[in-house]
């Protein structure tokens, strides 16, 4: 399980630090594409497999599955980490996340999300006032 928040910087040639409590889980291979509220989303391959096979039985008659489905995938990139630990985060997937130099990321279960920081801190504080009616409207038993 993928869990916890981690500061870190991408350098001039977009490579990124992948926390270490994450490289055992990602494996060798993990695939980092276009993620929602303007983050980036980082699958493990064989979480990456169980999405893609959900997408597949996305109807094609449906205008919304085929646009939703073309954006997600045209951006995804299969990942390895260097010696260092790193990743290389393609300039396209910099400029959707909106990351300059710091970011944070975010354990969130079975993925992990790269934020720039600004947009991480943005959300939290937001998140942060409103999280016990969250917790409340999705009736979670915590």
């Known amino acids: 399980m993928l869990m916890g ?13 992948i926390p270490a409590k994450f490289r055992n889980q990602l494996g060798d291979r993990f695939v980092i594409t276009r993620g929602l509220d303007g983050c980036l989303f980082g699958y493990p391959a064989p979480e990456w497999q169980a999405l893609e096979n959900k997408l597949n039985h996305l109807p094609l008659t449906r205008k919304d599955a085929r646009a939703f489905v073309r954006f997600f995938y045209s951006a995804a990139t299969e990942c390895e ?8 985060i393609p300039t396209l997937l910099i400029k959707h996340a909106g990351i300059s130099k710091q970011c944070v990321i975010v354990g969130v279960a079975n993925r992990f ?5 600004e947009r991480w801190n943005k959300f939290a504080d937001e998140t942060e ?12 038993d915590l």
């Open 5 to 17: 928040e981690y500061q870190h910087s991408i350098d001039s040639k977009g490579r990124l630090i």
């Open 81 to 88: 980490l260097d010696k260092q630990g790193r990743v290389n």
């Open 113 to 117: 999300e790269i934020w720039s920081a």
């Open 129 to 140: 006032e409103n999280f016990d009616q969250l917790a409340e409207a999705m009736d979670i």
